[in-house]
């Protein structure tokens, strides 16, 4: 037995009834050149969509072969070998795009290290081993590095510190105005806490940071 409707399986079977015959009165008066109500345009609109969607997925179903030869480029022959060698399945008559993308994602799930980088024979490796881990996850790591950097939410370490420096001489500059309005010891406080915070930006830019040199390759 099926599964027993529900009231709003009912409410939606009679909702769309109703959708189809108002859209049915408003192709009449197109028809007679008359103007459809903007309830009926409405439910025509949403008749179309409904019955164009459904033949998108009908021709999603059932690509011709020749189609799918004239996108790709690719002869018939070529693409029979391509799916028996890759397991997707755009070989035969027809083509179903379902399939294919399922199958198409799967493969590059499956081959995820692989493609990510083809010059690197160590990445691509099947041989396991601590060392070639460590590898790995550093040029994962510099690879995000990267990205950030391209994306402008990394900063350049000499960056960082020529524009704290630039931040010091502004403090510094307005050190003269509280010398003249409060005096020399204000001042000097100021300069001395701007000396402070200069020590600590060169005790912190100084020196590498850990993490910035190129990952080693492992020994074979």
């Known amino acids: 037995m099926g599964k027993p409707a ?3 399986d009912a409410a939606q079977k009679l909702s769309k009834q ?5 859209a049915q009165k408003a192709v009449r008066k197109v028809m007679a050149g008359e103007r459809p109500t903007a309830k009926e ?10 019955q164009e969607e459904t033949r998108r997925w009908q021709y999603y179903d ?10 790709s480029g690719r002869q018939t022959k070529v693409l029979n070998e391509q799916a028996e060698r890759y397991g997707i399945p755009f070989g ?17 799930a499956k081959n995820a290290r692989k493609l990510a980088d083809e010059d690197d024979p160590l990445l691509n490796s099947d041989v396991a081993s601590p060392a070639l881990e460590r590898y790995r996850e550093e040029r994962a790591a510099m690879a995000r590095l990267d990205r950030l950097e391209r994306e402008g939410q990394l900063v350049a370490r000499g960056d960082v510190r020529e524009g704290l420096g630039r931040v010091a001489a502004i403090l510094r500059a307005a050190g003269d105005g509280l010398l003249q ?33 190129a990952p080693e390759e492992p020994a074979p």
């Open 62 to 71: 059932s690509i011709p072969q020749k189609h799918w030869r004239d996108m």
């Open 41 to 50: 345009a409405s439910a025509l609109r949403r008749h179309e969509a409904e």
């Open 181 to 213: 309005q409060f005096g020399p010891e204000a001042a000097a406080l100021l300069n001395e806490s701007i000396d402070d915070a200069e020590r600590e930006i060169e005790r912190l830019f100084s020196s590498e940071a850990p993490g910035n040199s």
């Open 18 to 22: 109703l959708d189809k015959e108002l």
């Open 92 to 108: 035969g008559r027809t083509i179903c795009l379902p399939r294919v993308v399922k199958a198409f994602h799967d493969f590059l």
């Open 6 to 8: 529900t009231p709003m």
